[in-house]
Nanobody
Framework: EVQLQASGGGLVQPGGSLRLSCAASGFTFDDHGIGWFRQAPGKEREGVSAIASVSGSTYYADSVKGRFTISRDNAKNMVWLQMNSLKPEDTAVYYC???????????????????WGQGTQVTVSS
């Protein structure tokens, strides 16, 4: 019943912007942090950004700091990732994921997440 649906990906030129959405259902949304991860062909899945369940604390990979912004609305069971100044190296499938209740050490570690959405493709190219 737990579902995380990522959407909003697409083709954008370098320097452009996209806003990804993650719609969650089937669980108590404000009990869990939510993370965004991405995976490019031939590369391991990596953490991009995460946001805490209630405090609103945010976390970012060094490669996206200053360009990406994560936010959430617990009343709507929604998380967004605003991506600005996009670069070709941002091209990947982006996944939103639910942080497990046992996750207490690193918001950017894949192993701390227990449910994953299907992902949405982001392509940055001229």
């Amino acid at each position: 019943e737990v579902q995380l649906q990522a959407s909003g990906g697409g083709l954008v030129q370098p320097g452009g912007s996209l806003r990804l959405s993650c719609a969650a259902s089937g669980f108590t949304f404000d009990d869990h942090g939510i993370g965004w991860f991405r995976q490019a062909p031939g590369k391991e899945r990596e953490g991009v950004s995460a946001i805490a369940s209630v405090s609103g604390s945010t976390y970012y990979a060094d490669s996206v700091k200053g360009r990406f912004t994560i936010s959430r609305d617990n009343a709507k069971n929604m998380v967004w990732l605003q991506m600005n100044s996009l670069k070709p190296e941002d091209t990947a499938v982006y996944y939103c994921a639910r942080r497990g209740v046992w996750g207490h050490y690193d918001y950017m570690t894949l192993q701390e997440y227990d449910y994953w959405g299907q992902g949405t493709q982001v392509t940055v190219s001229s």
